[in-house]
């Protein structure tokens, strides 16, 4: 069984006089150590679908199934539990905690999943090069530096699937290219990484592009020029 | 949609998602501005009701009285101020014969044996002219019908208290029953005093009767002991008081004549002097309560328009009207200021309804004038209406003067933090992440965690200083009654109508008395002293002097420094007293008390005394001499009274009964009957604490509530980025917990800082001047300390469990996406 299986869900927004259909009957599965990227124009259903994956969202039709687990017979605790151990997120605006520095931010991965392991949050900081901003508050820290430390923390978790939402959204181009390398490193430890883009370009380093348009998948397969390095991308 | 019509939208939809937020910060200050004039109304309502009482029971300007207790004959005093009456000086005279007494009724609990005093009041003209009798049921009975029963009215406080039914018989010394024909009140005894100064409520019965009829029962035919007097210029008393004094000391030498004007009457002076404490009590207390709401009201209104920060930078940046920016968040101020005036109202109202219960409860006055005092509200509603607008103006103001481009930054790019904050971030914490972020919270932000505290540390401030009252109160209570009473048996006080020599037969009577185990005979007066400092020889104070014998195995008071009198000229004082006086052990006091001259006829005399030591008992009246002195004063081998220490098995409802019926006896009580007048005396103020209590503890829960759902709203992201990461709602909602605890407890310490300081000024500086007779301890104890820590901390730290729908109800992808 895939790591991720989407069987035929849809996701319906009700807003009284309005109806909109988020999703429509999307079927795919993703396996472990795959690195997909969602392409698509806004508003095509790419966040809705991770949001659905990370178990933040519930489906209107169809089953999501994370690690074997199926979301739709999941309560909020069991939910809860998905994301503590099988999801971890990266957010396309950082998301990091104010009131904690870079590395207790990360630590915050390791405490709230229960990792055990001898990696400390010093460690991992260190994996995306900002061991010397440790001590850092995410307000002392540039925007390339805060989206290394939500993947950190992210990371921190160990979970098998990563998932991030514009991850380079609010990012210039050489940092971009920092994170996204970050990213296929995750990959190429067995992760199943999938990233939600609106940039054509980033598509290039995936193994696997889907592509969405109104709540549908319109292609899904690897990019049409073969998989490029990501020292390759230019934007 | 034009222009003007989509900010007029947004701002109905600013309102729409704010209401909850709107209406209780409102309620803050709604609390804030009612308490205030709620509380302060009651200073207004109590002088226009002494006013209005005293103008309708028409009291006297004058009394006219004996110092040395002698009485007069009926119309003396009248015929020797006839000129003065003829001339127009004086409007009216009134003769009154006014006895201590002791009263044995049936009340709803049983039976009562209660000192009082038995007042024969003029009756020629129908019904008393001066100091008027307030019937508040009943009549003066009827004695046309030629029974042979005679008809009291019964103190309308006594009655009540004690459940004495109109139509009950009563029972005066030498077995005299007289039936209660109603209730009724006047000037004098509006609060029922006795000797010690105290108003005695409960415990001390007024029987008004016809003059004549007191005079027979008393064997005291056409004897008066005082006059009331009305005068035609009430205004400026003082020459005609001169004369007065000139023309009855000529005319009865040896009476020690006093006169004591209006303004002298002891309760007169305990309404005004009452009210007047009241003002500065409330004051105080009305005026914390008011700043820890406003204060709070601001802060949140605060915290609601910041988060309007990044709207209004947007705003900027587009090139909206600074008008039209400030609007938005303004209109969201002047709707606070609208529903907190308007709720002020009806809380002013509401603590008004309750304090009119109370004081109509506790002083039975004729007239109760008690209407909704506007000028009271009017200048703490002004107040309250400003504050959330200014609370609004100051973030305005603030995100006004910013570049567009520095309000609408976020994340990275949003201003760097100053002043405490970077330094506070930096603290050093134990645990994990989780148990970190509450206190990472709260030092991220020093200033707003400190203006949240502080607002909290008001309310319960005075909360401390309210069950500080209580403390002091009870601690007060205690002493006064550990220094009372006897460990093995209760201690009998016997008073006689007049002094007894100590070899006499009614002595051997109560010593062979079965069921009594030892007796002591007392001389028990009444004087006052003043410091030989000449500083303060202008401070005096009442003296309740008893004269003891040091040695008896009965009872002695207690030391607190040090030591008993034992020569004549020794004098041992309350430690209140003391305070009052500025004296200490070894000093010198100057006390005017009784003496009999060789003559035989009674006067005063100023005598020198050094005092011996200090005792604790909080009546500051309470003062001993040794026997010796009694040679100096002309009283050697006599007594006034005696002190019975009954057997252990004796019962001393029937011993008081059979002692009451001895003739010559005046009066018989428990030794402690002071004190249970002091506990009626402070009931009334702890009635009045009991609603403060109750709305600081709401005003403490509604604080905390409208923070931690500020919170929540603020932290939306912050949560829903934790939710993310899959930690449960309980989790979060303990984090929350904790921080607002941390909070509670914070405030709690600054709050029991200011609560003991509140309560030093009130038990010192308000108490000291309301209940003067009364030396209060101050205390805090243990468990008021516990009691405002739990309830600091656990109402503060609850309050998020109130907001957890906000979580519960969260939609995590919207939240996350929140830029703000």
């Known amino acids: ?235 | 949609m034009s222009y003007r019509a989509l900010w007029v939208k947004w701002i109905l939809r600013d309102l729409r998602s704010r209401w909850i937020q709107v209406i209780l910060i409102s309620f803050v200050i709604a609390i804030g501005t009612g308490t205030y004039s709620g509380l302060s109304s009651t200073t207004s309502w109590r002088l226009k009701s002494n006013d209005a009482s005293f103008s309708k029971t028409n009291m006297h300007d004058f009394k006219v009285y004996s110092q040395t207790g002698n009485l007069f004959q009926e119309g003396k005093i009248r015929e020797v101020l006839a000129p003065l009456v003829k001339n127009g000086l004086i409007t009216g005279i009134e003769e009154r014969l006014s006895l201590p007494t002791q009263i044995k009724a049936e009340g709803i609990n049983g039976a009562i044996i209660a000192p009082g005093l038995l007042v024969g009041i003029d009756k020629s003209k129908g019904a008393p002219q001066i100091d008027k009798l307030h019937l508040t049921e009943g009549d003066w009975g009827n004695y046309d019908t030629g029974s042979k029963i005679d008809y009291a009215v019964l103190d309308h406080t006594f009655a009540e208290t004690n459940g004495i039914p109109n139509s009950s018989i009563i029972e005066l010394p030498g077995n005299k029953k007289i039936k209660v024909s109603g209730t009724g009140l006047t000037p004098q005894h509006f609060i029922p005093i006795n000797d010690s100064g105290l108003g005695f409520g409960g415990v001390f019965a007024i029987v008004y009767m016809p003059l004549e009829k007191v005079q027979h029962i008393r064997n005291q035919e056409g004897k008066t002991s005082e006059s009331l007097i009305t005068i035609s210029d009430p205004e400026n008393p003082e020459n005609l008081k001169t004369e007065l004094k000139l023309l009855l000391q000529q005319s009865f030498p040896n009476y020690g004549i006093g006169i004591e004007g209006k303004k002298e009457d002891r309760v007169y002076k305990l309404l005004y002097e009452g009210a007047d404490a009241d003002q500065k009590f409330y004051h105080v207390i009305g005026i914390a309560i008011l700043l820890g709401a406003v204060f709070a009201a601001f802060n949140l209104t605060v915290r609601v328009v910041q988060s309007q920060r990044r709207e209004i930078g947007i705003g900027m940046a587009m090139g909206a009207s600074l008008l039209s920016l400030a609007a938005r968040p303004i209109i969201l101020g002047i709707n606070i200021s609208i529903l907190g005036t308007i709720f002020g109202i009806f809380v002013g109202k509401l603590i008004n309804g309750a304090m009119r219960n109370v004081l109509i409860q506790e002083l039975p006055l004729p007239i109760w004038l008690t209407p909704f005092e506007p000028k009271y509200f009017l200048w703490v509603g002004i107040g309250g209406f400003l504050a959330p607008i200014i609370a609004t103006l100051v973030p305005v103001i603030f995100g006004l003067n910013i570049q567009p481009v520095e309000a609408i930054r976020t994340g990275h790019l949003a201003p760097i933090r100053k002043g405490l904050s970077p330094l506070l971030s930096r603290l050093p914490l134990p645990g994990n992440t989780f148990w970190q972020m509450p206190f990472r919270n709260l030092l991220r932000t020093p200033r707003r965690t400190f203006l949240t505290m502080l607002g909290i540390a008001g309310v319960i401030g005075v909360m401390t200083s309210v069950l500080g009252m209580v403390d002091s109160f009870t601690l007060t209570l205690d002493k006064a009654t550990s220094e009372s009473s006897i460990k093995e048996s209760p201690r009998i006080e016997v008073v006689f109508n007049s002094f007894q020599p100590v070899d006499a037969a009614i002595f051997t009577y109560l010593k062979d008395k079965q069921g009594v185990s030892k007796i002591q005979p007392v001389i028990q007066f009444a004087g006052t002293a003043k410091s030989k400092d000449a500083n303060n020889s202008d401070i005096k104070i009442n003296l309740l002097t008893t004269i003891i014998d040091f040695q008896n195995t009965m009872w002695t008071p207690t030391l607190v420094s040090g030591k008993y009198p034992e020569e004549h000229n020794e004098i041992l004082i309350s430690s209140a007293a003391a305070k009052s006086l500025e004296v200490t052990s070894g000093d010198q006091v100057l006390v005017n008390h009784p003496i009999i001259t060789v003559q035989g006829s009674p006067g005063f005399l100023e005598t020198q005394f050094t005092i011996s030591g200090i005792h604790p008992h909080p009546f500051r009246a309470y003062s001993y001499m040794v026997p010796s002195q009694t040679k100096k004063s002309g009283m050697y081998g006599l007594a006034g009274g005696v002190w019975i220490q009954t057997d252990q098995s004796a019962d001393l409802d029937n011993i008081q009964t059979d002692l009451y019926s001895i003739a010559g006896v005046s009066s018989v009580r428990e030794s402690g009957i002071n004190d249970r007048a002091m506990k009626e005396e402070l009931k009334g103020q702890m009635d009045i604490l009991k609603i403060v209590q109750f709305i600081v503890l709401f005003l403490a829960l509604l604080i905390a509530f409208n923070t931690a759902s500020i919170n929540m709203d603020d932290r939306a992201r912050e949560h829903a980025t934790i939710m993310a990461f899959g930690l449960p709602v309980s989790k979060i909602m303990l984090m929350s917990i904790i921080e607002s605890a941390t909070l509670g407890l914070l405030a709690s310490i600054a709050g029991l800082g200011i609560g003991f300081l509140l309560l030093d000024y009130f038990i010192n500086t308000v108490f000291a001047s309301a209940l003067p007779e009364i030396g209060m301890y101050l205390a805090v104890s243990t468990a008021t300390y516990a009691t405002t820590i739990i309830l600091g901390v656990f109402a503060v730290g609850i309050a998020p469990i109130f907001a957890i729908r906000k979580l519960t109800k969260a939609d995590i992808p919207s939240s996350l996406r929140i830029l703000e």
């Open chain 1, 1 to 235: 069984m895939a790591l991720i299986e989407l069987s035929n869900i849809s996701k319906i927004y009700d807003t009284g006089s309005v109806t909109v259909k988020a999703l429509d009957k999307v079927t795919l599965s993703i396996e472990e150590g795959e690195f997909v990227v969602v392409l698509g124009p806004s508003g095509c259903g790419k966040t809705t679908m991770l949001n659905l994956i990370g178990a933040l969202d519930t489906p209107s039709r169809g089953t999501v199934t994370i690690g074997g687990f199926d979301l739709s017979t999941g309560n909020r605790s069991s939910l809860s539990r998905i994301r503590r151990n099988t999801v971890s997120f990266v957010f396309q605006s950082f998301n990091l905690f104010p009131g904690l520095t870079a590395e207790e931010n990360v630590q915050f991965g390791l405490d709230v999943s229960g990792n055990k392991s001898e990696y400390t949050a010093a460690n991992v900081l260190a994996d995306v090069g900002l061991e010397n901003r440790s001590t850092h508050f995410p307000h002392e820290l540039s925007g390339g530096e805060q989206q290394r430390v939500a993947i950190a923390r992210a990371l921190a978790t160990s979970n098998p699937i990563l998932l991030a939402d514009e991850p380079t959204g609010e990012l210039d181009f050489e940092t971009g290219k920092q994170i996204l390398k970050l990213l296929v490193s995750q990959a190429n430890m067995n992760r199943a990484v999938l990233v939600v883009s609106h940039n054509r370009e980033i598509a290039q380093i995936a193994d696997r592009v889907i592509q969405l348009s109104s709540g549908q998948i319109i292609s899904d397969g690897p990019p049409i020029d073969g998989k490029k390095d990501v020292d390759s991308l230019r934007w």
